[in-house]
């Protein structure tokens, strides 16, 4: 099977360089999106992306369906399957709107990537996120051993975890001068901070710290 098809490639290259500086996706989405196209290509063995027919959306959501995920071995989430063709969806429409592309490619075949409704609605249904009681994180701290230098440390990002609500991604790019003892508070500052969405802001400490002290 051909590793490669170099005109899909470069038209690829195109797309992803439109999302990362036009639409200012992320470096992940834009990686998603490129994994979301490399398992669609190899459906349709690297065929030329001038060819696309909503027969191969067709194909490709069905075989994207029985699917097994790499590391629990089950078939795949709504969720992603719902966000795998979603990519798909948007790079083809995307793709019907550009030279030497748009007069052989159909814009209303790229809704042949739609789930159907009730798969939709699964996929985009909202969950309660699972999180542990402050009671609990309180036990898993008592039981921290701190006998070294890197458990004292391994103790104390799980207590500034608790006492900040931090993003664990956040945390580990903060520094001490990110930190406000007197003001009780941190600077998430995104230009060094990886916050959320790059936006800087100011959090208060959490009125825990009876709970995390060191023993």
Request: aromatic share 10%.
């Amino acid at each position: 099977m051909t590793k490669h098809n170099a005109s899909n490639e470069r038209i690829k290259r195109n797309y992803f360089v439109y999302l990362k500086e036009a639409e200012r996706q992320s470096e992940s989405t834009v990686d998603e999106c490129a994994k979301a196209l490399d398992r669609f290509e190899v459906s349709t063995g690297r065929r030329d992306f001038r060819a696309f027919h909503r027969e191969q959306a067709i194909a490709f959501k069905e075989h994207l369906a029985t699917q097994k995920a790499q590391r629990s071995g089950r078939e795949l989430s709504k969720a992603t399957l719902h966000a795998t063709l979603t990519k798909l969806k948007r790079f083809f429409q995307w793709l019907a709107r550009e030279p030497g592309y748009k007069s052989r490619i159909r814009y209303s075949d790229a809704e042949y990537f739609n789930l159907s409704d009730k798969d939709t609605r699964i996929a985009t249904a909202r969950r309660e996120p699972q999180f542990p009681t402050l009671e609990q994180v309180q036990h898993v701290i008592s039981l921290m051993s701190a006998s070294t230098d890197i458990e004292q440390r391994d103790r104390a990002l799980v207590a500034f975890t608790l006492l900040t609500g931090a993003r664990d991604r956040a945390i580990a790019s903060m520094k001490l001068k990110h930190v406000d003892l007197i003001a009780n508070s941190i600077n998430q500052d995104a230009r060094e901070v990886r916050t959320k969405f790059s936006k800087s802001f100011t959090t208060f400490f959490f009125p825990v710290a009876c709970l995390i002290h060191q023993d």
